[in-house]
């Protein structure tokens, strides 16, 4: 963003969305490049090394995008193999691409903020439930100013294959929007068609939005049903009122979403898609290290888990500036990412809409917010420190 938040709120908060004081990390640690390391938990990869990123998030697509991942940038110069010359590494300004690399660190997609449509930067990129498709916000200046000092956001869905938009809200949003799409995996994507209509643009109405709205609710629109103009608000419990909510994603039956919630810290909630529904708390087991954090859905064949990261004991942030190839570093201290498998049933009363399924199991002794890729193979992280983890 092209304004500067309360630092100390950014560092408590740890948000999802891509804040930073007025000068950004640097990593002073020994490992600034992009070189590999291996160890028992797989092989650890830098990603933009010695550099910040955020938003990370990784790939949906394991035949065009294997063992890739999307992120925003900071400013300055990028420590990336470019795609072409276009993708200018040096003179970067904040957000002002969604860059996807993989684990070599080559960037092997991007897009550019459209400066002569007077934007001013990306926010929020995710992802979708669907391969072929990013969401994310644009942030523009409400006065037409260079500046970007009076922010507004809208939030638009970008396709891979040809980098068309479609633009889902255009203004009146706030930059912790956190948007998550999800598509009909059934659809297929015809690039000829309208890119005006939901239909056209997606091959489908079966799509649906959730994202993040100024007075803090979860916003739910589903295209089959009306849309944006029958957009319903998740309930909160009472308690949670006055919490903040943080980075809704969709399962990938369409039917659910986990969330984050900050309270005195963080912790993570499941909750139906329906006007009725109310959100039900990640319990923490007692072989957990702390509360769920970050949750992910990660669809294995016919299984089903939700992923997350834990951090240590009175850990409030997952902001990392730890060199995760570090072999000191590979035994928890700094949190780990571990996942849960469970049942999801929207057809059932409410108290048997989900189970979980056998106990919490460890993926990786290291914090992994970006989520685990479709084969199981890879993890991405960044925030702030960017890195992609193979497992083995």
């Keep these: 963003m092209k304004y500067f938040v309360v630092p100390t709120l950014c560092a408590l908060l740890g948000l999802t969305a891509c804040v930073y004081e007025p000068e950004q990390y640097l990593d002073d640690s020994s490992n600034k490049g992009n070189a590999s390391v291996s160890s028992n938990i797989g092989t650890v990869y830098a990603i933009d090394g010695g550099k910040q990123i955020c938003n990370p998030s990784i790939s949906?697509?394991?035949?065009?995008?294997?063992?890739?991942?999307?992120?925003?940038?900071?400013?300055?110069?990028?420590?990336?193999?470019?795609?072409?010359?276009?993708?200018?590494t040096k003179g970067a300004a904040d957000h002002d691409r969604l860059t996807i690399t993989n684990k070599d660190n080559e960037v092997l997609w991007y897009l550019m903020v459209d400066e002569s449509a007077k934007e001013c930067e990306f926010q929020d990129p995710e992802w979708s439930s669907h391969p072929d498709y990013l969401v994310a916000l644009r942030g523009y200046d409400l006065?037409?100013?260079?500046?970007?000092?009076?922010?507004?956001?809208?939030?638009?869905?970008?396709?891979?294959?040809?980098?068309?938009?479609?633009?889902?809200?255009?203004?009146?949003?706030?930059?912790?929007?956190?948007p998550h799409l999800w598509v009909d995996p059934s659809a297929d994507v015809d690039t000829a068609s309208s890119d005006t209509t939901v239909e056209g643009f997606f091959g489908t109405n079966n799509v649906r939005l959730v994202y993040v709205d100024s007075k803090n609710e979860i916003v739910f629109?589903?295209?089959?049903?009306?849309?944006?103009?029958?957009?319903?608000?998740?309930?909160?419990?009472?308690?949670?009122?006055?919490?903040?909510?943080?980075?809704?994603?969709?399962?990938?039956?369409?039917?659910?979403?986990?969330?984050?919630?900050?309270?005195?810290?963080?912790?993570s909630y499941i909750q139906k898609l329906s006007e009725n529904s109310v959100p039900v708390k990640i319990e923490r087991t007692p072989d957990m290290m702390g509360e769920a954090m970050q949750p992910h859905w990660f669809k294995y064949g016919e299984r089903l888990f939700v992923s997350w990261t834990?951090?240590?004991?009175?850990?409030?942030?997952?902001?990392?500036?730890?060199?995760?190839?570090?072999?000191?570093?590979?035994?928890?201290?700094?949190?780990?990412?571990?996942?849960?498998?469970i049942s999801l049933d929207a057809d059932a009363p409410a108290d048997l809409s989900f189970r979980w399924i056998g106990s919490v199991t460890q993926i990786a002794p290291i914090p992994m917010i970006g989520g685990r890729s479709m084969d199981g193979k890879f993890l991405a992280t960044g925030a702030n420190n960017g890195y992609m983890l193979e497992l083995p």
Excluded at 68 to 83: D, E, H, R
Excluded at 313 to 333: A, I, M, R
Aim: glycine share 8%.
């Design 221 to 267: 629109a589903d295209f089959a049903k009306g849309g944006l103009k029958k957009k319903i608000t998740l309930k909160k419990t009472e308690e949670m009122k006055d919490w903040l909510v943080d980075s809704p994603l969709i399962s990938p039956d369409g039917n659910f979403i986990v969330f984050n919630i900050l309270e005195d810290g963080w912790t």
């Design 143 to 178: 006065n037409g100013k260079a500046s970007c000092e009076n922010m507004d956001y809208g939030i638009f869905a970008v396709r891979t294959s040809d980098k068309k938009k479609f633009w889902f809200v255009e203004k009146d949003l706030w930059e912790w929007a956190t």
């Design 60 to 88: 949906q697509d394991t035949v065009n995008f294997p063992g890739s991942m999307l992120w925003l940038n900071f400013s300055g110069t990028l420590n990336v193999v470019p795609l072409d010359s276009g993708y200018k």
């Design 310 to 341: 834990e951090f240590p004991e009175g850990t409030h942030t997952y902001l990392n500036k730890n060199d995760l190839s570090l072999p000191s570093v590979q035994d928890g201290s700094a949190g780990r990412t571990a996942m849960r498998e």
